[in-house]
């Protein structure tokens, strides 16, 4: 019993059928003894159908009027929900972000709540009202609409249950997080609990489960984070701070990512400078560069060779050819059939040899890679893309079946 804030993903609210069940799914909460806020995503497809829509009419569109749009997708479902809700017999009330203010900064499309006023929240509790309120979507201190980011709905619950010092219930269409792709690895299974960091870690590394920034928001409040599904009673993950039992478990993860594209510069001049000559416009143009490798040098010059998003690659081969001059590479080469596999997990911090052990299975496994690179709870192998399956299946064979055979 208490306050809690429950967050509906897209599919969860696809149809009208199924907003009808998210309702009786709230209201079953309601007559429990809650208090409920309820944060909704768009329709299922409705957020790409809007995308599409403005770039027919322009092919970068405007950032404001997109963000306008875009919020549209939320403010159906939300009044959808409170209209189903009140029909089941129950007091309802949609808020839009501004009804709410849930301020963010003016970064259009990728916007941060800066804060959250939440009396008319409370108020509407207070009145006995199942609050219901639209995600994804902010507004700047000059009253503009903002949005957060694809699949920002989560982070507008997380933040909301922070305010409200809520628990945050997030239903989506999977039971939780998941050791694998249970498309690759049958064997995959939900995780009971894993650690904020490492789920940050899954998030960056293309497990698609929770927008990386709520869980970000989750860590620094405090907020544990309860992933389930909205198809099932069963219990889902719990998103939650570490405890000493949990890095008795090596790695909890395995995750790849398809979305990245490999540049070489081939025998740049190797010289005080270079890599800030070469990054800064990447970054400037607004390219987040994932992993570097800089080569030990030979003759004075060395290779570089860097990840970028996939749909990125053009414009960064383009801004590196921009500066030829400067750089000086003997050529550029590029590689877009990549993979990036990675195994995750807060025990690496207290155990030794996991890296050797990924390394060994995966040349067991023919495997080559291409590049490394470590954090305190994380290992990722670039590797070629057609040995993605192979990759992933070994490494949760090896680190996630075999632990749990023993
Ligand atoms: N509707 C938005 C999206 O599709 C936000 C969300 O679903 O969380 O990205
Ligand atoms: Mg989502």
């Known amino acids: 019993?208490?306050?809690?804030?429950?967050?509906?993903?897209?599919?969860?609210?696809?149809?009208?059928?199924?907003?009808?069940?998210?309702?009786?799914?709230?209201?079953?909460?309601?007559?429990?003894?809650?208090d409920l806020v309820v944060v909704v995503s768009a329709m299922a497809g409705e957020t790409n159908r809007l995308v599409a829509l403005a770039e027919q009419i322009a092919e970068s569109p405007d950032e404001r009027e997109r963000d306008v749009l875009l919020a549209s997708g939320e403010q159906v479902s939300s009044a959808l929900l409170a209209l189903a809700i009140k029909s089941l017999g129950f007091k309802a009330r949609s808020f839009l972000a501004h009804q709410v203010?849930?301020?963010?900064?003016?970064?259009?499309?990728?916007?941060?709540?800066?804060?959250?006023?939440?009396?008319?929240?409370?108020?509407?509790?207070?009145?006995?009202?199942?609050?219901?309120?639209?995600?994804?979507?902010?507004?700047?201190?000059?009253?503009?609409?903002?949005?957060?980011?694809?699949g920002g709905s989560d982070t507008s619950a997380v933040a909301l249950a922070a305010a409200l010092n809520a628990r945050c219930e997030i239903y989506t269409d999977v039971e939780g997080v998941f050791t694998g792709d249970p498309n690759i690895c049958p064997a995959a299974r939900k995780l009971d609990r894993i650690t904020y960091e490492e789920m940050i870690e899954m998030a960056s590394m293309g497990a698609k489960v929770l927008q990386i920034r709520s869980v970000e928001l989750g860590m620094k409040f405090k907020v544990p984070i309860h992933v389930r599904s909205s198809f099932s009673e069963a219990e889902g993950t719990w998103v939650i701070e570490e405890d000493k039992t949990m890095d008795e478990v090596l790695v909890s993860g395995v995750t790849y990512d398809k979305d990245e594209a490999k540049i070489t510069l081939l025998a740049v001049p190797d010289r005080p400078g270079l890599a800030a000559?070469?990054?800064?416009?990447?970054?400037?143009?607004?390219?987040?560069?994932?992993?570097?490798?800089?080569?030990?040098?030979?003759?004075?010059?060395?290779?570089?060779?860097?990840?970028?998003?996939?749909?990125?690659?053009?414009?960064?081969?383009?801004?590196?050819?921009?500066?030829?001059?400067?750089?000086?590479?003997?050529?550029?080469?590029?590689?877009?059939?990549?993979?990036?596999?990675?195994?995750?997990?807060?025990?690496?911090?207290?155990?030794?040899?996991?890296?050797?052990?990924?390394?060994?299975?995966?040349?067991?496994?023919?495997?080559?890679?291409?590049?490394?690179?470590?954090?305190?709870?994380?290992?990722?192998?670039?590797?070629?893309?057609?040995?993605?399956?192979?990759?992933?299946?070994?490494?949760?064979?090896?680190?996630?079946?075999?632990?749990?055979?023993?």
């Open 1 to 34: 019993m208490g306050l809690i804030v429950q967050k509906y993903g897209g599919t969860s609210v696809g149809s009208v059928e199924r907003i009808k069940s998210v309702a009786r799914r709230v209201v079953a909460a309601k007559e429990a003894g809650n």
């Open 101 to 150: 203010r849930i301020e963010t900064d003016r970064a259009y499309g990728k916007a941060r709540i800066k804060s959250i006023d939440s009396r008319r929240v409370k108020q509407s509790l207070k009145e006995g009202e199942i609050v219901v309120v639209a995600g994804f979507q902010g507004v700047d201190q000059d009253d503009n609409i903002t949005t957060l980011g694809r």
């Open 277 to 406: 000559q070469i990054f800064g416009p990447i970054a400037a143009a607004n390219i987040v560069v994932d992993m570097i490798i800089q080569n030990a040098s030979a003759a004075g010059t060395t290779d570089l060779t860097f990840t970028v998003p996939k749909a990125d690659y053009k414009k960064a081969v383009a801004v590196v050819e921009g500066m030829a001059d400067t750089i000086q590479a003997k050529g550029i080469t590029v590689d877009p059939k990549i993979a990036k596999v990675s195994i995750i997990g807060v025990g690496m911090r207290t155990h030794a040899g996991i890296a050797a052990r990924m390394f060994q299975a995966l040349s067991a496994e023919g495997v080559n890679i291409e590049m490394i690179s470590t954090s305190e709870i994380k290992v990722s192998v670039v590797i070629d893309e057609k040995n993605t399956e192979r990759a992933v299946r070994a490494l949760h064979k090896e680190f996630i079946e075999r632990q749990a055979a023993l």
